[in-house]
């Protein structure tokens, strides 16, 4: 008696993996902030996304127009912006930018790449340096007094004295208007404005198919009326389409808009602006939201699906039923040719 043992069949799998590594320049963001007059310590964060990674940034500060006031010897990704006394910090007001770079080229094709925040210090009204000390009028005469004043937020009250005596007389009159004035930042002299506030807290509230809604807080309009500006696009294009808000909107209140007319399943980068008659906010930070799918076309792929499926079950079924026929046609024909023989 032999004994056979049956042949298995081998199966034999191959896997081949292959990892990459995808070298890129550094992405590099700032994050607006805004400070009170007696915060500290004051701390400006940049995000530096790169391969190989790089975790050192050369800071320096300008103003909001672009004129250099300082650089810095704190090259880490979080800057501590050095100690002044509180009635200087208004002085910490403008552009924060972050240079960073790791042997990588950018598609700008240069090796630096850089990002900015503004950063905003709230402070105590301050007189500037461009006022004159001596203004001039005619005796028994009308005569008008400027003073140019840099205030963020802007000041709740204004009061005029002679020596220590308040005018309160209806002899005088005070008005107000918005005006480019200049002051010095850390030893250097700057040009500033009555641009308004960035707007605050703002953040997506919720989303549809085609929507996109959205809220924030007005901040101080620079003295005059300001007006909001929605910015969006697709997120990974360049062109940033604008949106203009026409509704009424009131200080320290949530303010909403809907964002319409959007694309379904996409997503989205959003951030504001506040601009007056005189000049326009920095801009809020980004976000980000995708839109969802129409529930019609889900049912309807699923719609889809099913009755695929169902026709390939008829299929199915029709190709079995049209065998069992040509199987007892075969065996029918077979019968009358044995009758026959």
Not at 271 to 299: C, G, H, I, W
């Amino acid at each position: 008696m032999h004994n056979y043992r049956q042949p298995q069949q081998i199966l034999a799998k191959f896997v081949r993996t292959w990892n990459y590594q995808v070298y890129h320049e550094p992405d590099v963001t700032v994050a607006n902030k805004t400070f009170s007059q007696s915060q500290t310590p004051r701390q400006i964060q940049s995000t530096l996304d790169s391969n190989p990674q790089v975790n050192i940034c050369k800071w320096h500060h300008r103003s909001k127009y672009g004129e250099y006031i300082r650089d810095f010897s704190d090259n880490n990704q979080v800057l501590t912006l050095p100690t002044v006394p509180e009635d200087q910090r208004y002085q910490d007001t403008g552009e924060y930018v972050c240079t960073a770079e790791n042997g990588i080229v950018g598609m700008n094709g240069q090796l630096q790449q850089t990002g900015s925040g503004y950063v905003i210090s709230n402070a105590s009204p301050v007189i500037t340096i461009d006022n004159n000390s001596t203004q001039y009028g005619k005796f028994g005469k009308s005569t008008e007094l400027k003073v140019n004043v840099y205030s963020i937020p802007k000041y709740s009250r204004i009061s005029w004295y002679l020596g220590n005596t308040q005018l309160v007389s209806n002899k005088y009159a005070i008005k107000e208007e918005p005006a480019m004035v200049k002051d010095v930042f850390h030893g250097v002299e700057v040009e500033l404005d009555g641009a308004p506030e960035t707007p605050s807290n703002f953040n997506i509230t919720s989303s549809s198919e085609t929507s996109i809604t959205v809220q924030w807080t007005p901040g101080y309009d620079g003295g005059q009326k300001q007006t909001f500006y929605v910015q969006y696009r697709t997120s990974g294009t360049n062109t940033w389409m604008i949106q203009k808000i026409t509704t009424i909107n009131q200080l320290d209140i949530h303010n909403f808009y809907t964002l319409s007319g959007l694309q379904e399943k996409t997503t989205y980068e959003i951030r504001m602006y506040a601009q007056n008659a005189f000049n326009q906010s920095p801009k809020t930070d980004t976000a980000f939201t995708t839109n969802l799918q129409s529930v019609f076309k889900e049912a309807q792929t699923s719609s889809y699906a099913i009755t695929g499926a169902a026709a390939g079950v008829v299929v199915v079924l029709l190709t079995v039923c049209a065998i069992i026929i040509s199987i007892l046609m075969f065996k029918k024909r077979k019968g009358m040719t044995q009758t026959k023989k």
